[in-house]
Structure formats: C-alpha cells, structure tokens
C-alpha cells in the first residue's frame, strides 16, 4: 500500500507543477500584453496632444497671419478660409488617435484568447460535457 500512495502523492505533485507552470506562462502573457498596452496608450496620449498643440497654434498664428496680409476687404473670407484648414487638421488627429485608441481587439485580448483556447481544449477533453 505505501507504493500506491507514493505513487498518487507523484502524480499530485506533477499535476500542480503542471498547473504552475501553466498559471506561470499566462501571467507572463498578461504581463506583456500589459507592456503593450501601456506603449498603446502612450502613443495614443502623444497624438493628442500634439494635435491639440497645433491646432492652438495653428488657431492663434492663422489670425495674426490673415489679418496683416490680406487687403482690407478680403480679411474675413481668408480667415475663415485658413481657420477651416487648420481646425480639419486638427480634427483628423484627434480622429486618428481616438481610432488608434479602439485597435487592436480592446484590453489584453491575447490572455483572453490563450484562456478561451485553454477552456476550449479542455471542454474538448472532458467527456461529461
């Protein structure tokens, strides 16, 4: 009998190194999908804020501009003209950050498909199911 009982506390011990490593290797995918997450939403900050920086600028150097070139007459359709411009580009980067923001299947989408895969082959397995 304490062969057969060495034998189960074995096949015990096995069974929960398996199950560490196992919780091991996802914790280092969350680890990085996390990693990429942050450099995502870094980038995404940067974007912003650039494109919020130049179109400040672009609003307050596009006025001082317009008003001292253009003739007496002409002044309110060049800035609204030049303002149109850079308010557009402005916009299309704030559009494109908030697009980059939405990529990429939301918030650490690879853990969650090695989990759903992980849960997939053992339903597979499990023939009670």
């Given amino acids: 009998m304490p062969t057969s009982r060495a034998g189960l506390f074995d096949s015990l ?18 680890v990085a999908d996390l990693e990429l997450e ?3 939403l870094v980038d995404v900050a940067l974007r912003a804020l650039v494109g919020l920086m130049l179109f400040g600028l672009g609003l307050v150097l ?3 501009f317009v008003l001292l070139l253009v003739e007496e007459g002409h002044r309110l359709q060049a800035l609204g003209v030049l303002t149109l411009l850079f308010l557009v580009g402005g916009l299309l980067l704030l559009y494109a950050a908030k697009r980059r923001l939405n990529d ?13 895969q992980d849960r997939a082959a053992l339903d597979a397995q499990d023939p009670s199911r």
């Avoid at 939301?106 to 969650?112: D, H, N, P, S, V």
């Fill in 62 to 64: 596009l006025c001082a």
């Fill in 104 to 116: 990429e299947g939301g918030l650490l989408a690879a853990t969650r498909d090695e989990i759903g």
């Fill in 38 to 40: 942050k450099l995502r």
């Fill in 13 to 30: 011990r096995q069974l929960l190194g398996t199950a560490l490593e196992l919780a091991q290797v996802r914790l280092e995918l969350l």
